[in-house]
């Protein structure tokens, strides 16, 4: 098979690692959500080799992800682990947790899901990095992210670009303290949390 590429990856994995540096230069592993193509996994652990860096998807988008880490050379970056949001988690004790173009994909209850996961699964003082589009006060951040929003709901009208003040809502409910939210290129934003009693 042809090795997966996004673009979109190619375009964003260098601004998301510079944040990823100072947030992870003290932690150890980083349990990723909904790798995709893999591309950000190897990017990421390649310029963090005290990290090990635990891919996961759906099965369907496995074996794009193991060429992606077969070629890269890397060994801190784990072959991906089938993870259901709505099953019961392989991992736990999770001291990263970082997702990216996700939550807008997932349907509302689904983005919920994952929040009580994380209340389960991460340590106490472990870390949930979430990159992607977001809405303020009900109102999308530009006009290419209200005809992406458009193009969504058309696709699956249970996905969508979902509000800030939700996400944020979410969060506390699973004792996650929000520590920054950075404008990223392309209308995205960067969103860090730390889990706190």
Known sequence: MTKPHSQA??????????????????????LEIGSGTGQHAVHFAAAMPHLTWQTSDLAVNHDGIR????????????????????????????????????????SKSLVKVLFNQIKQNLADQGLVIIYGPFNYAGKFTSDSNASFDAW????????????IEWIIELAKEANLQLLNDDEMPANNRLLSFIKVQ
């Open 67 to 106: 060429q992606w880490i077969s070629e890269s050379g890397l060994t801190n970056v784990k072959p991906p682990l089938s993870l259901d949001l709505n099953q019961p988690w392989p991992v736990t004790n999770i001291d990263v947790l970082y997702t990216a173009n996700t939550l807008h994909i997932v």
């Open 9 to 30: 990856c190619d375009n964003n994995k260098q601004p998301i690692l510079d944040k990823l540096l100072p947030l992870l230069s003290d932690r150890h592993a980083v």
């Open 152 to 163: 969504l709901k058309e696709r699956d009208n249970q996905s969508g670009i979902r509000d």
